[in-house]
Every structure is written in structure tokens, then in C-alpha cells.
């Protein structure tokens, strides 16, 4: 069954610090690199932690960085690094502190999670049903194929060099934003939170994020920039900003989107106006 043999230099300790061991694997066709550690595991270092579900890509809790590229380690063969004579190096996430191992504390993630107003959408029509275009649901449908492995937030420099952990919300909550914004039902304005809360500003555009992405999610280009632009025309077109001034919101209309209004439902969330709504306003 063996083909050849594999080096391995993984990551061994916690936040405070820690060394890389050297481990020797026999490697076998489709192996992957989660293959490997459990290989180690098993029959040398019983105590190694890693997190790991389904092995399938599916989880999303297997994120590592394989050779200093953010990867999971379960969709990882180690087939791809056979050219290259050094050890293959597995490191935990450099954005997230270590708690032992391979397995690093995510939870600021969730608490980020958390700060996302929940889907709001507008009543039924008449007949008691939810229309919506194709269109539009085939553009927000991307975005629920995150997996939340957090690869993108580990890559993210905003957050992975410049520790941007709370005034940032990062690559997989913009996108989650997107998603609700973008969705044709949904009633709240999500943009003064993004301003202000999520740092949307922040965001560069470099595009590190969707590179990393194992759903090849169009992060960048699909979801920020998007809700970039939207930010950017509400609070920093000087038109804009002057008629605010001076007179109130002024009146917005889209096509897919609900329009908004000025009356505020919580201090940072809009309600929408409903198209019906903003017809008779005209
Ligand atoms: S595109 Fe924005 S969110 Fe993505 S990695 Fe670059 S700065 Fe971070
Ligand atoms: S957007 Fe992609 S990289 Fe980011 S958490 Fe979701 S699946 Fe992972
Ligand atoms: S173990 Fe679930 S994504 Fe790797």
C-alpha cells in the first residue's frame, strides 16, 4: 500500500509558544495532508490536537496553513508537494490565537456573528406568497456556500496583520452582510453598520480573500465591493450628503432592492421602504 515516505515539520504548542517536530509518514495515492496528521497521530504522537469533522470539505473546521498558503487540510493531497524536497510545513492559523496545536481559538468569529441583524423580510403579498427574481436569488445563493472554515478572515491582512479583530469584521461577515443586503425580501439597511461597526472602509481590495476561498466564493469583486460602493454613495457622495443636509433623505429607488427610509428601528439598522411604500410617497 505504502508509495514513498513524506516529511512533515508541524507546529507544536500553544499561544505562549511552541516549536515545529519533525514527523515521518508513509504516504499513499490520495492521501491527504489530514491523512497524514492522523497517521501521526496514531502511531506517534497520540497527543497532537487538530480539529477536524467530516473530512469531506464540508465542515470547514480543518483550516491550517500548509507550506505558509491557508488550506483545509482534509482537501490537501499531499501528492502536491511531492516535487518539493523540503518538509512540508502545517501551521495553525496565524490570525487566530493557538490554543494547542493545530487548533486555534475562532471564537471572535462568532462574536462577530452575532452582531449581524437577522434576516427581516417584508410581508407576504395578498395571495400569501414571497415573490422574487431569479436573478436575484441566483446572485445571494453564492454566498451561502461558506462553509466557515475562516481561511479568508486568517488571510485577510486587515485582521492578520494590522489586528484589526474588532474594528473589522472581515472578508466571511461582509459577505454575510452582502447576502442579507442583496436578498430581495429583506427590509433592514445594513449600511451604517457596515460603516461604522464592520469597517467595511478598511477593506483594501486586494483580493487575498477570494484566493483562499475553497467554495471559490467571488468574495471581493460579488459581495465588498458591491456593498462598498453602496457605502460610499450614501454617506460620501457630496450630492448626496448636501441633500441630506439641507433637506432630509433623499428619495432612492432600485430595482431589486427595497428602498430606504429615513425612520430608524434600531440606532444602527433602517427599515426599507417597501416599493409599495415609496409609490405612494410619490
Ligand atoms: S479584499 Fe478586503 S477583505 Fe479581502 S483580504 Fe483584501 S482587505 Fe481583506
Ligand atoms: S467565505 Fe470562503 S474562505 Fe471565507 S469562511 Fe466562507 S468558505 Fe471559508
Ligand atoms: S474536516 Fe471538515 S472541512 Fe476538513
Known amino acids: 500500500m505504502s508509495d514513498k515516505k513524506a516529511t512533515l515539520k508541524i507546529y507544536r504548542g500553544d499561544n505562549d509558544g511552541g516549536e515545529f517536530k519533525t514527523y515521518e509518514v508513509e504516504t499513499y495515492p490520495g492521501m491527504v495532508v489530514l491523512d497524514a496528521i492522523h497517521d501521526i497521530q496514531a502511531k506517534q504522537e497520540p497527543g497532537l490536537a487538530v480539529r477536524w469533522n467530516c473530512k469531506a470539505g464540508r465542515c470547514g473546521s480543518c483550516g491550517a496553513e500548509v507550506n505558509g498558503k ?10 502536491a508537494y511531492d516535487d518539493d524536497p523540503e518538509p512540508i510545513m502545517v501551521t495553525p492559523m496565524k490570525a487566530f490565537p493557538i490554543l494547542k496545536d493545530l487548533v486555534t481559538d475562532v471564537s471572535q468569529n462568532f462574536r462577530m456573528a452575532q452582531k449581524i441583524p437577522a434576516f427581516a423580510p417584508r410581508p407576504r403579498e395578498a395571495d400569501g406568497t414571497h415573490r422574487m427574481q431569479q436573478d436575484d436569488i441566483e446572485r445571494i445563493q453564492e454566498f451561502r456556500k461558506c462553509i466557515e472554515c475562516f481561511l479568508c478572515q486568517n488571510t485577510c491582512h486587515v485582521i492578520r496583520d494590522h489586528g484589526k479583530k474588532e474594528d473589522f469584521a472581515g472578508p466571511r461577515f461582509l459577505i454575510a452582510m452582502a447576502g442579507l443586503d442583496m436578498h430581495p425580501l ?12 464592520f469597517g467595511i472602509g478598511y477593506c483594501n481590495i486586494t483580493r487575498c480573500c477570494t484566493e483562499v476561498c475553497p467554495e471559490h466564493i467571488n468574495i471581493t469583486d460579488n459581495g465588498i465591493i458591491p456593498m462598498k460602493e453602496r457605502v460610499a454613495d450614501d454617506y460620501f457622495d457630496p450630492v ?9 433623505e433623499e428619495k432612492k429607488k432600485k430595482a431589486s432592492l427595497p ?24
Do not use: F
Not at 448626496?240 to 432630509?248: A, P
Not at 427599515?271 to 411604500?277: D, G, I, N, P, R
Open 70 to 79: 491557508p488550506k483545509l487540510m482534509c482537501m490537501t493531497r499531499m501528492s
Open 186 to 197: 429583506d427590509t433592514l439597511d445594513r449600511r451604517e453598520l457596515l460603516k461604522d461597526e
Open 240 to 248: 448626496r450628503w448636501l441633500i441630506r443636509k439641507v433637506g432630509g
Open 259 to 282: 428602498v430606504i427610509q429615513n425612520e430608524t428601528s434600531t440606532p444602527v439598522v433602517k427599515k426599507k421602504k417597501t416599493e409599495k411604500a415609496a409609490k405612494a410617497d410619490e
